[in-house]
């Protein structure tokens, strides 16, 4: 299916280890952005990026990188994990400029332990 | 303060009941508004865009207040299917495209 691929799906981490979440999309979006979501807070934005090429840092970029290699892939980098930094990770694509809806992956649960 | 934010909830009502849902942003700056539904932590879903003059979708309304600075969202008819977490979304142009959500808002619709 076309659309937003997220990858891992799960992953438990030890504290101090570095990984990185892969996001792709094949809708020839500009935007691209990823997220964070705890229980009752809603989804915080981490990073974004409005071009290939182009990132920016969101409401909660402590603790993490980003890489806008190409148009179609945004990668999250966790360089040293901290428990803090266990939550649902939502990857996303498209807004007003790329024809208004935002689709998203299906989540990465990443626990830190 | 968040950018957006929105009414915590729970709400909790009865079937067939009318319910409704604000979202203000601190923001006045150039947006577009959506509002976005989200089942049980899976990815949130797009239920409608929010337009300038308001518009509707069947037993959902949208609104927009400029001025003060909010938006709503009224559900009539309630169904248990409507039962979810539903998320104001702002569109920030003049910050590159950022994208804010609000906390959220959970409905639970009841027989």
């Known amino acids: 299916n076309a659309g937003v691929t997220q990858t891992p799906k799960f992953q438990v981490l030890k504290t101090g280890q570095s990984m990185t979440l892969q996001c792709a999309q094949d809708?020839?979006?500009?935007?691209m952005y990823w997220y964070r979501q705890d229980p009752g807070m809603g989804l915080r934005l981490i990073y974004y990026?409005?071009?290939?090429?182009?990132?920016d840092k969101g409401e909660v970029p402590n603790g993490y990188n980003v890489s806008r290699l190409n148009k179609r892939e945004f990668s999250l980098r966790l360089e040293s994990a901290a428990p803090s930094q266990t939550s649902v990770y939502f990857c996303?694509?498209?807004?007003?400029?790329?024809?208004?809806?935002?689709?998203f992956g299906e989540g990465s649960w990443l626990t830190v332990v | 303060r968040k950018e957006v934010e929105q009414d915590p909830g729970p709400f909790n009502v009865p079937e067939g009941a009318t319910v409704a849902f604000n979202c203000t942003y601190s923001?006045?700056?150039?947006?577009?508004f959506f509002w976005y539904r989200q089942d049980c932590r899976k990815e949130p879903k797009l239920l409608m865009s929010?337009?300038?003059s308001g518009n509707e979708d069947g037993r959902f309304t949208a609104q927009l207040n400029r001025a003060s600075q909010y938006i709503s969202l009224l559900i009539r008819d309630s169904k248990l299917s409507d039962s979810a977490t539903y998320l104001c979304?702002?569109?920030?142009?003049?910050?590159?495209?950022?994208?804010?959500f609000g906390q959220g808002t959970e409905l639970s619709v009841k027989p």
């Open positions: 996303a694509s498209g807004g007003p400029r790329s024809g208004n809806t935002i689709y």
């Open positions: 979304v702002v569109y920030f142009y003049n910050q590159g495209g950022k994208l804010i």
């Open positions: 929010v337009y300038s």
């Open positions: 923001n006045s700056a150039s947006q577009s």
């Open positions: 990026s409005a071009s290939e090429g182009t990132t």
């Open positions: 809708m020839n979006h500009n935007s």
